[in-house]
């Protein structure tokens, strides 16, 4: 049963003036696709290194299964990872570096042979065993690295950024069929990426860090409708900020008094004081945008500045009458038309808003990504 | 139009100049040697083959000669391997303190003034003064031969001490190289470090083995100034060839120059060749290795569990048993030896007398002294004017991979051989220009001060991006000299100042080369040997501690420059 815990998990680099991770918990379920995201340097890839054996822990536990594997070495802990860099060996061919989990585990020939064929052919690469892995494309490299830690038996997956290396279309398919195969074969997979649209479209749950601490743990859908912090509504998709002050509560919905004493109303309340500073955070695609003289709740005027056609979407920066600035995406056949130097009103649905409490160091501080 | 012409062609003038100094001081020597017993191809047959006196006796000396030399190359590049395989996985993948002074040491081992060094290994492993003091007795004697290699004991330890860098370094330098993500994979798929080791990383390293092994045979087949030392067990090719050059014995002593330095470029071609050839080697599969393949990887996981001190402890012993200790007990001996010989007490046996005595030997080393100084400070010095533009020429034209090529030849050439060819090209039988002295000196030193002074120049000027800044100068309106001036040449002040200190310690030390073309006009090194074989030994003893300590401060020096 590959499930994985980690308990009170830690560790610094460079006598301890760098802590890459900060008394983490975690607990991945069996059979989960579990990425880790963040930001880089925040700790996602020294925790999965940790899991492997490959970083020692400074403290902490970590579990496989029912196993405690903190102390054993990475040989002896029946993983499977696979590197962004693919790691593989050049002095093999396909079928040796798919074969080679077999082969030093001493499988027996049999075995060995079947394994690695029904690997390969998984990855569709069957065709290509005696192909040295400079010959292959970087998705080719990948799928046979996808393969080689597969065939080693292993239940639980360790992807370090496995599609980093790669363009973005072979990126995006190459990351259904990880997720297919992992599926399909019943295991555990941990993935770290930076790149949260990667999390999202593959994960069953994620878990966004940062500086070493682990900000929230959700299904994809949990972290982009209801985030817990600041910084995980700027890093799930994106947000608009507006700073106010929360000047009345009535149950669930909160009455925020934007700059230049807007008022709107927000319902997902993370802060209950009445009287203080707060950040209401809405996504550029939860606005609506009108002409001017139309009603729409939350209502807020303003001008475009500036237009871009990004395909699939248009963008909007809407200066606010009160000096604000905003970003307000509408789908590009939505069938409303607006040029720049429009005077528009956006407005937005409460529900579809968050209201949180003002930032201690200050909302740039709080969204910086290092 | 016309600005541009000229300046043109002050740079083709230039480069010309460059690639003529080039050519006389460093290669055409070499090339005189080989070409010289090709030429005078009847003299020397004659010599060698059919002497009227003693028919092909010198044949039959050459012969055993390079064979006795080619064994000892073997097997001091195998004890090279077998020791500094786990030092160079050490020092490549271990962060530890010290790291730094141990790299120190390795880097000693190059540029130690070999004669010194083969007193001090004497006086490490025989007599009393060494490791004998501590049991009573000598060690071992100079003649004692290691069995199965049939090779004298002393030779092969100061072969391996003078030659184990060369392979440390390549090896280390791949190793930091290589991805760490091969090792990881392997352990994640299940091999315990020793499966990995064998299956993965070392054949990964076999082209920097090659490269590095090649290099450390080339030197142990030329090295002149340690072996003669111990030289009274079994001469060596190169000390053969000082002993006939000194008996004027000219054909047959560059006959046998030639067989060396051809044997030399053999061993390089053939590594050269199989490296490109593949610069990856897969090993081939044997059936039986999957047979007996359960128990290796049994024995091996064992052996991986084991703690990880025993084989760096096993490493770094020899290290210190094979460099440094010998360097402590000269440094050491002299102070035992000061007044008088500890051993009988008798005051002639001591350094004061030997010195200051009648003999005066401190006169005599001062003399060396000033020769050595100057001879260091003028060929580093026209060194470095061949040198450094060299390092333009070899990264600014297509042919400059060439250049570089044909440089390493004065790297390989065994230093006897090539103090004889600089005899035979300048000497009274060639060109006539100089007789042995200290002017043969200098010319024999340029040669392999070249490709020293270039390789750290060469360093700096990849390590410093230099042409994209000169780019930028000259994007800014920098003429191209203006550019050089002031942008490339304070770059890259540190690596030829690297480069000067290498081949200045490099010439204080040489011994080999100089032996042959010295003359009257004698060096340190050559001074050494010449005391063990007066048997002022006492004397012997200070001329190397003295020596040693001045390669120990111009290292420190070198390393204080590298590093900021």
Known sequence: MPEVTLKNLSKSFAKGRIVAVDKVDLHVKDKEYFSLI??????????????????????????????????????????????????????????????????????????????????????????????????????????????????????????????????????????????????????????????????????????????????????????YMNPEEIFIANFIGESNFLEGKVSHIKDDTAQVSLRGDLEVESSNIKIAKKGERAVLAVRPEAFELAEKTQKLGNALHGVIERIRFEGTDIRYEIRLVNDDSIVVVRPSLGGEWFEENDKVTVGFDPEKSHLFEYPEKGLRAELELE | MRGL???????????????????????????????????????????????????????????????????????AVIIDFLFGIPLAYFLAYRRFPGKSFLEDIIMLSLVIPTSGFGVATLLTWTGLSGIGGLIGRSVVEVTYVVPLMNVPFLYLLVHVALTFPYVVRTLQGKLEDLSPAFGQASRTLGASAFTTFRKIIFPLAIPALFSGGVLAFARSLGETGATMVLGGVMPTAPIAIVRWVSEFKLATASFLGFLLIITATIAILLVDLLLQKRSVFRMPRWKFVSKVGKC????????????????????????FIIVILPIIVVLFSVGVYWSADPDTGRVQGGVIYQLFGPSNYFNTLMRATLTSVYVAVISTYIAACIAVPSVYMIKRYRAGGLLRYILRVPLIVPSSALGLSVLLLWGPSGLNLTTPGIWLIILTHIVFSVPVVMEPTI??????????????????????????????????????????????????????????????????????????????????????????????????????????
């Open chain 1, 38 to 223: 963040g930001p880089s340097g925040c700790g996602k890839t020294t925790t999965l290194r940790m899991i492997a054996g490959l970083v020692e822990p400074d403290e902490g536990e970590i579990y496989i299964g029912e196993r405690l594997v903190t102390d054993l070495p990475p040989e002896d802990r029946d993983i499977g990872y696979v590197f962004q860099q693919y790691a593989l060996f050049p002095n093999m061919d396909v079928w040796d570096n798919v074969t080679y989990g077999p082969t030093v585990k001493a499988w027996e020939e049999k075995k060995r042979e079947r394994i690695g064929r029904e690997m390969l052919q998984m990855v569709r690469l069957y065709d290509r065993l005696d192909a040295v892995p400079q010959e292959l494309s970087g998705g080719m490299m990948q799928r046979v690295a996808l393969s080689r830690a597969l065939a080693a038996g292993a239940e639980l997956l360790l992807l370090d950024e496995p599609l980093g290396a790669l363009d973005a279309k072979i990126r995006n398919e190459l990351r259904y069929e990880i997720r297919k195969l992992v599926k399909d074969l019943k295991l555990t997979a941990v993935h770290v990426t930076h790149d949260q649209a990667e999390a999202m479209a593959i994960s069953d749950r994620i878990a966004v860090m940062r500086k070493g601490h682990i900000l929230q743990v959700g299904s994809p859908y949990d972290l």
């Open chain 2, 5 to 75: 012409t000229a300046s043109k062609t002050v740079g083709l003038l230039a480069i010309l100049g460059v690639l003529i100094g080039l050519f006389v001081f460093v290669l055409m020597p070499t090339f005189y040697l080989i070409s010289f017993t090709l030429t005078q191809w009847n003299e020397v047959y004659i010599d060698v083959f059919a002497n009227p006196l003693i028919g092909d006796t010198n044949w039959q000396q050459i012969l055993g000669y390079l064979g006795f030399s080619l064994r000892l190359a073997v097997a």
């Open chain 2, 296 to 319: 290796v990887l049994k024995v091996e996981k064992k052996l991986s569990g084991r703690p990880k001190w025993f084989k760096d402890v096993a490493s770094l012993g020899t290290l």
């Open chain 2, 459 to 564: 360093a700096a000027y990849e390590g410093a991006g230099i042409p994209s800044y000169e780019g930028v100068a000259r994007t800014l309106g920098a003429t191209p000299y203006d550019a050089v001036e002031t942008v490339s040449l304070p770059m890259l002040k540190r690596g030829i100042l690297a480069g000067v200190i290498l081949s200045f310690t490099r010439s204080l030390g040489e011994t080999g080369a100089t032996f042959v073309v010295m003359g009257s006009d004698v060096t340190v090194p050559p001074l050494v040997v010449n005391m063990v074989e007066a048997l002022a030994f006492p004397a012997a003893l200070f001329a190397s501690a003295y020596l040693i300590a001045l390669s120990l401060v111009l290292l420190i020096l070198f390393r204080f420059l590298v590093r900021k």
